[in-house]
């Protein structure tokens, strides 16, 4: 029986364009820092309230530095939004 031929695909080559330069900064380096120093000053508050039995950071509005460092942490939730 005789055997038949082998037909060889030629190599697939892309089309020579232009290439467009993608832009992979952002201008946004900001974001990263803010929205750590938010979660950090969030968390020290709290922790500060704590250790100091509620004398410090606002000894007049008593468990709202609570709320404040709460406060701050969803700030940095909110900012870490816009990261890319």
Do not use: C, E, H
Not at 6 to 25: F, G, S
Not at 57 to 82: D, E, L
């Amino acid at each position: 029986m005789p055997k038949s031929r082998i037909r060889k695909k030629p190599d697939y080559t892309p089309p020579t364009t232009a290439a467009t330069a993608v832009r992979l900064k952002s201008g946004r380096g900001w974001i990263a820092p803010l929205m750590l120093a938010l979660f950090l000053i969030g968390l020290i508050w709290i922790v500060v309230y704590y250790v100091t039995s509620a004398s410090w950071p606002i000894q007049a509005i008593g468990n709202w530095n609570i709320v404040i460092g709460f406060a701050f942490i969803a700030g940095g939730f909110g900012v870490s939004t816009q990261w890319k």
